[in-house]
């Protein structure tokens, strides 16, 4: 989030609201219903970073300040990907915007979580391995400042698993053979009578 709103109550007719880095907008506006009840919304400020305003009261020169923490941004572009892979999940992602201090993945299968990986500002991929084929699962990346966070998430599945025969047929009175292999061949032999 890449703003905040402040409320707070002057004794007098009007505030100045003074921040510490001036290159910041800010819009105040009084509360029609309760005199003295102002909001103040300041935009273009960074995602996850931690401000300090200041307000000051025009009437007695009152000062207050106020220490606000905006909320991180999520992670943009997450995708969950097998690729072929009948055991493993491959997550991407363009990282996060703003400050951040860690990355939290979880990964999700049926109600049941795995537990929480905690990855670097940087890291913009994680392999989840061992995982079983066929399944659906979810992953869940959050940006993680101070005790904010923020959450984005997808799904995918694991490549199936696929049964392969090997199937061994004859021409005679017996019954055919089969077995599970890697690969699907089928043989036929013809039994001769050599008498």
Same mark, same amino acid.
């Given at each position: ?37 102002? =909001?103040?919304?300041? @935009? ?5 970073? #931690?401000?300090?305003? +200041?307000?000051?009261? *025009? ?13 991180p941004a999520p992670v943009t572009s997450l995708t969950l990907q097998?690729k072929g892979s009948q055991d493993s999940l491959e997550a991407v ?20 979580f795995d537990p929480a990986l905690t990855l670097p500002p940087d ?8 995982? =079983?084929?066929?399944? @659906? ?5 959050? #940006?993680?400042?101070? +005790?904010?966070?923020? *959450? ?44």
């Amino acid at each position: 989030m890449d703003y905040c709103v402040i409320n707070f109550t002057t004794p007098g007719k009007s505030c100045s609201f003074i921040m510490t880095d001036a290159s910041h907008f800010t819009s105040c506006s009084e509360d029609e219903e309760r005199p003295h009840r102002y =909001t103040c919304r300041i @935009v273009g400020l960074i995602p996850g970073e #931690t401000y300090v305003f +200041e307000i000051i009261s *025009e009437m007695d020169g009152a000062r207050l300040n106020i220490t606000v923490q905006t909320d991180p941004a999520p992670v943009t572009s997450l995708t969950l990907q097998s690729k072929g892979s009948q055991d493993s999940l491959e997550a991407v992602w363009t990282p996060a915007v703003g400050h951040m201090e860690s990355y939290q993945l979880f990964l999700s299968h049926s109600g049941s979580f795995d537990p929480a990986l905690t990855l670097p500002p940087d890291a913009s991929h994680w392999l989840f391995r061992g995982l =079983t084929p066929g399944h @659906v699962y979810q992953v869940s990346v959050k #940006t993680k400042s101070g +005790e904010r966070t923020a *959450e984005s998430r997808t799904t995918a599945r694991t490549g199936k698993k696929h049964e392969h025969e090997l199937c061994i047929a004859h021409a005679g009175r017996h019954k055919p053979l089969k077995t599970t292999y890697h690969y699907r061949y089928c043989m036929t032999y013809a039994y001769l009578n050599n008498k």
